[in-house]
């Protein structure tokens, strides 16, 4: 399989599959419990019909959205993740270098692989950074100050990790930071060579944001212990809104669920919030961004930019999202998968397939602007 042979979310995953030592593969596929909320991310969109209209002359389209004060060329970003240089040896440079060929937003994560002043300096397309709020307050102190030295263009706090989901898969393979070869990893190795060629050739595994600060001398730990030992389960609005005061531009909290957090946010000076939930790596049983989408947009749609990430697959669960009132969308594994398959030609080609499903289906749709999408263009089984 090669990556002219990936059309589709499930092809990009299988290709990543067979690309990656199985605790890679499994740290970016899994998610909480019996990944319950994960499985209703994406099969949340087939409750809902598209309705199209046709005859309205859809020659000229165009997809382009206005969220956080940054224009996007398409509605559909690269949301912030993790320890990217493990996935593919080009990790946040090819994310980055492909979002901004498609002009769309790309967040570097608190674990990113790469220093976010550098990748601020070599791409120039729209940038958010995304924060996790460590006990440490000087950390925090000193991570808001790069990120403001680095002229990031939007702050994303995350709010839905105060503790580590229970992630079963990496229990099980003992995926860690930093990736350490336990004997199962030397095995892993061995079955993957191109894999680990590439990891051991290329840069040596660093997370740039926190290497100063965190200790991490003591031995690989497992995501879930850093949250629940390293990130601050005390995080309240009192904290959050002095943040937004500090930062003084465009702030944006992911993790949003409720729609009485939305109406907080609003109060507290955000401009935009990410209806979220990790992708179904935190809370499992917990409600599908989707599925609270319109209970939010009706809530602060008319005030905040309202956003929504976890389970986006196809252009058609984009155009339902926009159709129920959110402002643009996020994607993880979308451009994960397509990551590790095949690095920057990767997310291009994952970019590339998603803007063609998008203009094709608005053509179906009948509409050539995404302002025209409505509530009237989706009915619920
Ligand atoms: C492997 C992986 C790593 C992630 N790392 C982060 C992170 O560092 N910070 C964060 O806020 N969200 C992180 N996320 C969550 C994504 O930003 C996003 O909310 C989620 O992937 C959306 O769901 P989807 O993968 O179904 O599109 C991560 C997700 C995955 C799959």
Redesign the pocket.
């Known amino acids: 399989m090669r990556l002219q042979d990936c059309y589709s979310f499930a092809d990009f995953r299988e290709l990543a599959r067979r690309r990656l030592p199985s605790p890679i593969f499994n740290?970016?596929?899994g998610a909480a419990d019996d990944e319950c909320t994960?499985d209703r991310?994406?099969r949340c969109f087939e409750d809902c019909d598209l309705v199209p209209n046709v005859l309205r002359g859809v020659q000229n389209i165009d997809m382009s959205v206005e969220i956080l004060g940054q224009k996007l060329d398409m509605p559909i970003y690269c949301?912030?993740?993790?320890?990217q240089r493990v996935?593919h040896h080009e990790g946040e440079n090819a994310v980055a270098a492909a979002a901004d060929k498609y002009g769309t937003l790309f967040?570097v994560?608190?674990?990113?692989t790469v220093s976010l002043s550098d990748v601020r300096r070599r791409y120039q397309g729209p940038q958010c950074y995304?924060f996790?709020f460590h006990k440490d307050r000087e950390l925090n102190k000193v991570m808001l100050e790069n990120a403001k030295n680095a002229n990031v263009d939007i702050m994303?706090l995350?709010v839905?990790?105060i503790t580590g989901g229970n992630r079963e898969r990496d229990l099980k393979t003992g995926f860690s930071i930093p990736f350490k070869l336990s004997l199962n990893g030397i095995f892993q190795f061995a079955v993957k060579p191109m894999w680990a060629f590439n990891y051991l050739i290329h840069e040596k595994f660093s997370l740039p944001q926190l290497d100063d600060h965190v200790d991490m001398s003591n031995g690989p730990i497992s995501?879930g212990k850093y949250f629940t030992e390293m990130l601050d389960p005390n995080l309240n609005w009192d904290d959050v809104s002095r943040m937004v005061e500090y930062w003084d531009g465009q702030f944006c909290l992911?993790?949003i669920m409720s729609a009485e957090d939305a109406r907080k946010a609003v109060e507290i000076g955000c401009t935009g919030i990410?209806i979220?939930?990790?992708?179904?790596?935190q809370l499992d049983g917990s409600r599908s961004p989707f599925d609270q989408l319109s209970e939010i947009v009706d809530e602060v749609g008319d005030e905040i930019d309202v956003i929504m990430?976890?389970?986006?697959?196809r252009g058609t669960h984009v155009l339902k999202a926009l159709s129920l009132g959110a402002k643009a969308v996020?994607?993880?594994?979308?451009y994960?998968f397509a990551l590790a398959a095949a690095g920057q030609d990767g997310v291009e080609r994952a970019l590339e397939l998603m803007k063609q499903e998008i203009e094709r289906d608005m053509r179906l749709m009948g509409v050539s602007s995404l302002k025209e999408l409505t509530r009237e263009n989706v009915r619920y089984r």
């Open positions: 740290y970016i596929d994960y991310n994406t949301s912030p993740t993790a320890l996935f967040g994560s608190s674990l990113g995304q996790y994303m995350t839905d990790t995501i992911k993790g990410v979220s939930n990790h992708g179904g790596r990430d976890s389970g986006i697959q996020g994607g993880g594994r979308f994960l």
